[in-house]
C-alpha cells in the first residue's frame, strides 16, 4: 500500500496479535523480532487464513521477506509427518544456506527437519539427509533437478512450493530447471496448471520471464507489492556517483576506500578477473579484504561469508554471486566497481546495505562510458543520484604525513645506522643539493617517494560536471555526438554506443532495460 509520494504506508502489527502457535511466538521472540514489517504485517496474516492461496510479495530489499513466507510456510507444516511438506527454491548455495539459517531458528521448538540441497555437495551426503525425513527443503534449482530425476524426493505431500528471487533464478538460466520443478509439482489444465501445494513468489524485482511462470502455474494470486518510490530499494539508503576518466576506476575506488574510515561493505565488479585485480589492487597497498565469486569452492565461500558476517575481516569483493538476497548486518558500504547491466542487479547490490530500517551508502565509479547507464538507471528507479564528496587530497594527505611523522620521530637518531646513512647522505648530496631543500621538503620528498601510486590523489582524473537526467536516450546520443572533439566537459564521445573510441567497458547485450 503506498501514499500519493509512493512512499509505502508503514503498518506494522505486532507478532503477538497474529495468530501464531505458541511455539512459533517463542521462536521469534528469541530470534529478537518483536514487530513485523509491513511485509510480514500484511502477507503473515494472510497466508495463516487462507487454506490454499497462491501470492505474490513483492518488497524492497532487507524488508525482512525471508520471515514473510518462513513463518506461515512453518506454520502450515504437521511435524508428526515425516514427508516433504514445504520446498523453497532460491538462486544462489549463499542464499539457500542464510534461508535455512533463518527457517531453522524458527522451526527449532517445532520439532521438524529440514534440509539444503545445492549443487557440490556429496549426493551421499545429500540422500543420507533424505533417509531423515525431512519436511522442509530449502534447494537452488540445479541439484534439485538432479535428485528428482534420479527419483530420489518425493513431492507428493508438498503443501507450500516458495519461489525466493525468482527473477534471478531465470537470469542465471534456471528457467527449465524450474520448469522441470513445476512440472512435479504442477499438472496442465488448459492454459494452466494446477498445483496440489500453494505457491508463493518473493522478490523485490520482477522481469518479464517471471511474469510468464506467474501467469502459467499461478492460481489467481494475491498480489502485494511494498516497493517504494525507488523499485525496490530502499529509501534508507544514499546514491553516489563518482566520474573518472577512462583508465582511472582503480585509483578512484582506492581514494574511496582508504579515506573512508571503518569501511565495512561489498565492492561489486562485473566479472571474475576485475574482482581478482581489485584484490590484487587492495592487498598491494595493504588494505585487507576478501573475495568472492562462483569458481570458489563452496566451502570457501561459505567461509568468507561467515567471517564477514563476524567482521573478521571488512572488504568483500565479489561478483553478482553475493548479490542476492545476502544478509550481513550493518555493512556501511556497497561501492559498485562498474555499473552492472541490468537494473535489478544494481537494485539487489545496492540492498546488501541498509538493511532493515539501517542506513547505507552506495557509490557508484563511473567512466564516461557509463554515462547512459546511470541515466536510465535513474528515470528507471526514481532514484536520486548525487555526486560523491571525495576526501580532499590535502586531508588524506594530512593524514599520510602525520602518521609517516610519527614513525619517523621514533628513529634515534644517535643509531649506529643512522649516523651511517647521515654520512652516507651527505658525501652523495652536492652542496647544490643540499642547500636546495629545506628539512621539510626533503621529508616531504621521502614520503612521497615511498606513496606506492601518487594518481590515487591527483583530482584531475575526475570528471566533475556530470548530472545524471531523465531525458529520452536518444538526446543522450545526439548531445555527446556533437560534443565530441570538444574539450572534455560532460560526456565525451566514449560514451556513444558503438562508437570507436574510448569506452572500455561496453556492455554487450542492451544494457539497462526500463
Ligand atoms: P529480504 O529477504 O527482504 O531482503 P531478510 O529476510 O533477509 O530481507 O531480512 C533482513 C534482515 O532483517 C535480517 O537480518 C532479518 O533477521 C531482519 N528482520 C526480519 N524481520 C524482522 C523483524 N520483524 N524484526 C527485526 N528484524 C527483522
Ligand atoms: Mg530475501
Not at 527449532?108 to 543420507?128: A, D, E, F, N
Not at 528428482?148 to 512450493?161: H, I, M, P, R, S
Not at 617517494?449 to 584531475?460: L, P
Amino acid at each position: 500500500m503506498c501514499d500519493e509520494s509512493g512512499l509505502v504506508i508503514m503498518q506494522n502489527l505486532e507478532f503477538s496479535s497474529m495468530s501464531l502457535s505458541d511455539e512459533m511466538l517463542q521462536s521469534i521472540q528469541k530470534m529478537g523480532y518483536t514487530t513485523a514489517t509491513p511485509i510480514q504485517s500484511e502477507v503473515i496474516p494472510y497466508l495463516l487464513q487462507q487454506e490454499n492461496a497462491d501470492l505474490v510479495a513483492l518488497a524492497q530489499t532487507g524488508s525482512g521477506k525471508t520471515a514473510a513466507f518462513g513463518v506461515p510456510l512453518l506454520e502450515k507444516i504437521d511435524a508428526r509427518q515425516g514427508q516433504i511438506q514445504a520446498l523453497v527454491l532460491a538462486p544462489t548455495r549463499e542464499l539457500a544456506a542464510q534461508i535455512e539459517d533463518i527457517l531453522g531458528k524458527l522451526m527449532k521448538p517445532l520439532g521438524m527437519r529440514s534440509m539444503t540441497i545445492y549443487g557440490g555437495q556429496s549426493y551421499t551426503v545429500q540422500r543420507s539427509q533424505l533417509k531423515k525425513k525431512p519436511q522442509v527443503l530449502i534447494a537452488t534449482p540445479g541439484r534439485l533437478v538432479d535428485l528428482l530425476n534420479q527419483n530420489l524426493l518425493d513431492l507428493t505431500g508438498l503443501k507450500v512450493l516458495v519461489l525466493d528471487e525468482a527473477d534471478r533464478m531465470l537470469s542465471m538460466g534456471f528457467e527449465e530447471d524450474l520448469q522441470t520443478i513445476l512440472s512435479y509439482t504442477h499438472s496442465a489444465d488448459g492454459d494452466h496448471e494446477r498445483a496440489s501445494c500453494q505457491t508463493w513468489l518473493f522478490s523485490a524485482t520482477m522481469a518479464p520471464g517471471v511474469k510468464r511462470i506467474l501467469n502459467r502455474y499461478l492460481h489467481k494470486p494475491k498480489i502485494v507489492e511494498q516497493l517504494s518510490g525507488n523499485q525496490g530499494v530502499s529509501s534508507t539508503l544514499k546514491h553516489h556517483f563518482v566520474t573518472v576518466r577512462n583508465g582511472y576506476r582503480k585509483q578512484a575506488l582506492l581514494r574511496i576506500v582508504k579515506s573512508i574510515d571503518n569501511f565495512y561493505g561489498i565492492i561489486f565488479c562485473q566479472t571474475k578477473k576485475d574482482v581478482a585485480e581489485v584484490e590484487e589492487l587492495l592487498r598491494g597497498h595493504d588494505i585487507s579484504c576478501m573475495s568472492l565469486h562462483g569458481d570458489k569452492q563452496q566451502r570457501e565461500r561459505e567461509h568468507i561469508l561467515k567471517s564477514l558476517k563476524a567482521e573478521k575481516f571488512s572488504i568483500l569483493i565479489a561478483t553478482d554471486v553475493a548479490a542476492r538476497g545476502i544478509d550481513v548486518k550493518n555493512l556501511s558500504h556497497v561501492i559498485h566497481y562498474s555499473l552492472p547491466i541490468e537494473i535489478e542487479s544494481y537494485i539487489h547490490r545496492s540492498g546488501r546495505t541498509g538493511r532493515n530500517g539501517e542506513e547505507g551508502l552506495v557509490i557508484s565509479i563511473m567512466e564516461p562510458s557509463d554515462f547512459s547507464k546511470l541515466n536510465r538507471l535513474q528515470r528507471a528507479t526514481k532514484i536520486q543520484f548525487t555526486p560523491y564528496s571525495l576526501r580532499k587530497t590535502e586531508d588524506v594527505l594530512k593524514g599520510i604525513a602525520k602518521s609517516e611523522l610519527d614513525q619517523l620521530s621514533h628513529f634515534k637518531s644517535d643509531s649506529h645506522i643512522m649516523r651511517e646513512l647521515k654520512k652516507i647522505c651527505g658525501e652523495l648530496l652536492t652542496e647544490q643539493e643540499t642547500n636546495l631543500f629545506s628539512t621539510a621538503e626533503w621529508i616531504a620528498a621521502l614520503i612521497h617517494s615511498k606513496m606506492r601510486d601518487h594518481s590515487i590523489w591527483r583530482d584531475d582524473i575526475y570528471i566533475q560536471d556530470f548530472n545524471p537526467q531523465s531525458r529520452p536516450e536518444g538526446r543522450d546520443r545526439r548531445e555527446t555526438g556533437s560534443r565530441s572533439g570538444q574539450k572534455r566537459r560532460g560526456p565525451p564521445s566514449s560514451f556513444r554506443r558503438g562508437g570507436g573510441g574510448g569506452g572500455r567497458r561496453k556492455p554487450s547485450k542492451p544494457s539497462f532495460k526500463s
